[in-house]
C-alpha cells in the first residue's frame, strides 16, 4: 500500500468512525434536522459547521504553509469563479430532495451499506445509478 492509499484509506476510516461515533449514519437524525417546523434536531447543524470550520482552517493552514501545494505533490483546486447557474441549482435541488426522502447523503450511506443496513442497500446503488446518469449527461453537454 502506498502511502498516499494509507493517508486516504486512514482519512475514510476516520470520518466513517466520526459519522457512527455522532450518530449521523441515523437517517432519523437527517430527517429530524430537515424538520424545521417540527421537533427540530440542530445536532446535524453541529457536525457540519465542525467540518466545515476543520476544512477551512486547515485548507488556510496548507495554502500558507505549503504555498499551495497538497500532499504527495498534489495541488490545491483554485477557487471556483463559475457562476451559479440553473444546473448547479437544479442538482442542488435534487440532491437535497433525495437526502431529505431518503435520510441519507453519501457518507452516512456508504456507512451503513458497510452495515448492511436495508435502506442503504436499496439508497447506495440508486444513488450510483443517478450519479451515473449525471456524468453521462454531462458527457453529453460536453460533445
Known amino acids: 500500500m502506498t502511502p498516499r492509499t494509507f493517508v486516504l484509506f486512514f482519512a475514510g476510516l476516520l470520518f466513517g468512525f466520526g459519522l457512527a461515533v455522532s450518530g449521523m449514519t441515523d437517517p432519523a437524525r437527517v430527517i429530524g434536522f430537515l424538520d424545521v417546523t417540527g421537533a427540530w434536531d440542530y445536532s446535524l447543524a453541529l457536525v457540519i459547521g465542525g467540518a466545515v470550520s476543520t476544512l477551512g482552517l ?4 496548507i495554502r500558507r504553509l505549503a504555498n499551495g501545494a497538497g500532499w504527495f505533490g ?3 483546486p483554485e477557487r471556483d469563479t463559475a457562476p451559479v447557474d440553473g444546473r448547479l441549482v437544479a442538482g442542488a435541488l435534487i440532491f437535497g ?3 431529505g426522502i431518503g435520510g441519507f447523503c453519501p457518507g452516512p450511506a456508504l456507512a451503513n451499506l458497510a452495515a448492511l ?4 442497500l436499496v439508497f ?6 443517478g450519479m451515473w446518469l449525471a456524468r453521462k449527461s ?6
Open 58 to 61: 486547515g485548507l488556510l493552514l
Open 74 to 76: 498534489t495541488r490545491l
Open 97 to 99: 430532495v433525495g437526502w
Open 117 to 120: 443496513r436495508t435502506e442503504a
Open 124 to 129: 447506495v446503488p440508486a444513488m450510483a445509478g
Open 138 to 143: 454531462c458527457a453529453v453537454d460536453r460533445e
